[in-house]
């Protein structure tokens, strides 16, 4: 068996200048982690094992195929010179992703946002009605157009949101949905994500609030998001930040669905003043739709029994069952 | 409007294919055969549901042409009963649940109408028939097919000449050429659905205007139809309480109350489905957007306290101009009813019976134990 390289790609070993290499041309770029920390150590430990692969532009200078971490580390470690792997030979855009995307995928597999990028680098080079099979079988994610469609959404994405998704800040679905706003409404979501670092649902309710209230109050996402209420909630020092979170949501439900959370406060206030213990409980039908109401109690003993029955008793005088049975009679 | 006519090859040979050709002299036809043809053409589209509406596939109904309305136990239903003669429409309505009911929707005619006509001879001879009324606005417009086929010409006069039964054509258009001078015996109800200008604007692509909806219903009342209206749906919007009272206003300017045989009420509701196609489809349209929850039957609906204030004030409006007329709701709960209307409909031998009787005092027609008094 032959151990040499493609026939299609060719390389001269050599040692550069690190200031020949265009380290901001980012035509073959999938990742968005530059953040070169971790190799320092390695390479200072080590030196530089694989070379990254470059290529020669008409202007003389280069562009990085792979290993751009490989060559900030080394610039940040102040190396003046670096060894590379030279492309030889007359290469197309198409030819040169096919390259990272395999390079990458031989130790690992590519994430969401390297997948977006590679989604939007090589659309143009595929054809349209291969488009789906070709760029699953080469980016590797399942062969399905929703999921295709989303991922494609990320690449929309400012690139602060889609390092957001690399560090999990916000989540593959939220971020999806964050793909059909404006890069400033999208971003306002994000500072607001990295404050209260969300679960992937609640950020996606989040999200939908948001939007709904901004189209019924004919506003932008970005203004919902900036409203003083908000401002106020997560300036507050004494609250951690499940307590912003849950007053944030809190409070979009409420701007949301006003009628809805004015009967579930005027629901709580009547049930306080029904005085029922923590072993009788009370609950409404479903967004008060059905008006089957459920009474749940719990006891051990005759005793306990006769105890609940009084308890009872008194909630069936007690005028706020009334009250709370018939929630829309003061309308 | 139509821009490409399919046949399904099953029914090719039909009578009634060459008189809807006939009708559409320039439009391109296809054989195919079977409605996976037509299915995989629409899909190809950019919006596979509008295109839906341009192309008319003429067909063979292989089920019952007589269905049970898709009501349930959850909200009390009217008991209508489908004559289920095609499918979808040529107008474009925002809230449409066709758009999301069949995948993709597809116009659909069904011309094996020797079976249809069958089913009716079953009931209509029988003396205790399980139901009263027949509607074919339900899957469809009742009206949108007089343009190609000659349906409400067999339709009205197979129901005047029996007296079991009332057929109920429901549309949004002014289609009611084809109805001058049947024989009508009153045993058909010409029924439009209702909704401000507002919404007719924005949220009903291709329909009448409400005025011209309602110029059609009196021309309708002169050639002696009894009426029927449905306010539904009712959409909550900026401005609703003086659109909707102006609307009602028109109506009984229009028609007199007299010929109503009954008017519904239903406030907005849908399928979870139907909302990204909403989105999608109509992206200026707001009605998603209000205080909607998930309903017993798992459709949005609006919250119960803004549904009632929105019928209250609907039936006052109605009831002060025609104070006798038959109210009633489409798909509400008891409580619904009680606020609303001050009853509920089991108190007066439930929502059906009551139908019925109307259907019996203004279209005449007879209910076995049922004595109707002027």
């Excluded at chain 1, 610039?75 to 040169?96: F, N, P, Q, T, Y």
């Excluded at chain 1, 409404?185 to 901004?214: G, H, M, P, T, W």
Aim: hydrophobic fraction near 40%; aromatic fraction near 10%.
């Amino acid at each position: 068996m032959s151990c040499s390289n493609s026939d299609m790609f060719n390389y001269a070993d050599k040692v550069i200048s690190i200031s020949e290499i265009d380290t901001k041309d980012d035509t073959c770029r999938l990742s968005l982690r530059i953040d070169p920390d971790a190799l320092v150590g390695s390479i200072r430990a080590v030196g530089l094992v694989n070379p990254p692969v470059v290529r020669q532009r008409q202007d003389l200078k280069y562009c990085i195929v792979c290993g751009f971490r490989r060559v900030m580390a080394c610039m940040a470690l102040g190396w003046h010179e670096i060894k590379v792997r030279v492309l030889l030979g007359d290469l197309s855009e198409l030819d040169l992703l096919n390259l990272v995307i395999w390079d990458n995928r031989s130790h690992r597999g590519l994430d969401v946002i390297e997948q977006a990028q590679g989604i939007q680098k090589l659309s143009g080079h595929i054809p349209f009605r291969n488009r789906l099979q070709m760029l699953s079988s080469l980016l590797g994610f399942p062969q399905n157009q929703k999921v295709f469609e989303k991922i494609e959404a990320l690449s929309r994405l400012p690139e602060a949101v889609q390092a957001g998704v690399t560090n999990e800040i916000v989540s593959f679905e939220a971020a999806a949905d964050l793909g059909e706003f404006s890069h400033e409404d999208a971003l306002s979501f994000f500072e607001l994500f990295k404050v209260l670092k969300l679960s992937q649902n609640k950020q996606r309710e989040v999200i939908a609030l948001v939007q709904e209230i901004a189209i019924r109050e004919d506003l932008q996402p970005g203004e919902v998001l900036q409203c003083n209420e908000i401002r106020t909630i997560l300036d507050r020092p004494e609250l951690n930040r499940n307590e912003k979170g849950s007053k944030v949501r809190n409070y979009l439900k409420r701007r949301r669905f006003p009628t809805l959370t004015k009967a579930e406060e005027r629901f709580a206030k009547e049930l306080k003043a029904l005085k029922l213990n923590e072993r009788i409980h009370l609950t409404p039908p479903p967004y008060f739709e059905g008006g089957r109401y459920t009474l749940r109690m719990t006891f051990r003993s005759m005793k306990d029994f006769d105890e609940r029955r009084k308890t009872l008793d008194a909630m069936a005088k007690n005028p706020a069952l009334k009250r709370l049975l018939e929630p829309w009679d003061d309308k | 409007m139509i821009s490409r006519l399919y046949i399904d090859e099953a029914v090719k040979h039909h009578p009634s294919v060459g008189a809807v050709q006939e009708s559409l002299p320039d439009v391109p036809v296809s054989v195919v055969p079977d409605t996976m043809k037509v299915h995989e053409a629409l899909a190809a589209k950019q919006d596979p549901i509008a295109a839906g509406k341009r192309v008319l596939f003429l067909t063979r109904n292989k089920g019952p042409f007589l269905k049970k309305c898709p009501g349930t136990k959850s909200y009390i239903c009217c008991g209508y009963q489908i004559l289920h003669i095609g499918t979808y429409c040529t107008m474009d309505c925002a809230y449409c649940i066709l758009q999301a009911y069949f995948h993709p929707p597809v116009l659909e005619y069904f011309v094996n109408q020797e079976r249809l006509f069958r089913e009716l001879d079953d009931l209509v001879r029988s003396r205790r028939p399980p139901f009263h009324r027949i509607g074919t606005g339900e899957f469809t417009d009742s009206l949108i097919w007089e343009p190609w086929t000659e349906l409400s010409k067999a339709l009205v006069p197979y129901f005047a000449q029996q007296d079991r039964v009332v057929l109920e054509l429901k549309t949004k258009t002014t289609a009611v050429e084809n109805l001058r001078g049947l024989e009508h015996n009153k045993k058909t109800i010409v029924a439009w659905s209702l909704n401000s200008p507002a919404i007719i604007r924005t949220e009903e692509r291709r329909t009448a205007s409400m005025r011209a909806r309602l110029r059609a219903a009196a021309q309708c009342e002169a050639w002696g139809y009894p009426l029927a209206f449905h306010f539904d749906p009712l959409i909550l919007y900026e401005g609703w309480e003086k659109d909707y009272r102006r609307l009602v206003k028109e109506l009984f300017a229009s028609v007199s109350a007299q010929n109503i045989v009954w008017i519904s009420l239903g406030s907005f509701r849908f399928m979870p489905s139907l909302k990204p196609i909403i989105r999608k489809r109509f992206e200026k349209s707001r009605i998603i957007y209000g205080e909607f929850i998930p309903g017993l039957d798992g459709k949005m609906r609006y919250f119960k306290p803004l549904r009632i204030e929105l019928y209250q004030k609907m039936a006052a409006w109605i009831r002060e101009l025609a104070p006798d007329v038959m109210l009633y709701f489409c798909m509400e709960d008891e409580e619904v009813w009680e606020k609303a209307l001050g009853f509920v409909p089991e108190g007066r031998g439930g929502l059906p019976r009551m139908l019925d009787e109307s259907a019996a005092r203004y279209c005449g027609v007879v209910i076995e134990g049922l004595k109707i008094e002027d």
